[in-house]
């Protein structure tokens, strides 16, 4: 039983900034790796960070510099740090991990607006 349940989102202003988390249910370092998605109804599924048991990062270029991913392995959580946020930032954040399996978050509405 695999539970990633997800917190932080919410309204911010733009340039703002905002932090979500995700708890697993188990050890993260369960997993081969983790990540945030995010997801509008008129995009594609969208990787915008994802850190691997090792440890790396890949934050993709189009919130590089202003988005990272962390972890808190005694706290089973993976967190996701976005500042400078803009308005086509605006969605739904889920929390992913990978092991043996896919298992995603219940996601988490994100809205940049003034």
């Known amino acids: 039983q695999v539970q990633l349940v997800e917190s932080g989102g919410g309204l911010v202003q733009p340039g703002g900034s905002l932090r979500l988390s995700c708890v697993a249910s188990?050890?993260?370092?369960?997993?081969?790796?983790m990540a945030w998605f995010r997801q509008t109804p008129g995009m594609q599924r969208e990787l915008v960070a994802k850190?691997?048991?090792?440890?790396?990062?890949l934050i993709p270029r189009p919130v590089k510099g202003r988005f990272t991913i962390s972890r808190d392995v005694a706290k089973r959580t993976v967190s996701l740090q976005m500042n400078s946020l803009k308005p086509e930032d605006t969605a739904v954040y889920y929390c992913?991990?990978?092991?043996?399996?896919?298992?995603w978050g219940q996601g988490t509405q994100v809205t940049v607006s003034s």
């Open positions: 992913y991990g990978y092991s043996e399996g896919e298992y």
């Open positions: 188990v050890s993260i370092a369960s997993f081969n790796h």
């Open positions: 850190i691997t048991n090792g440890g790396s990062t």
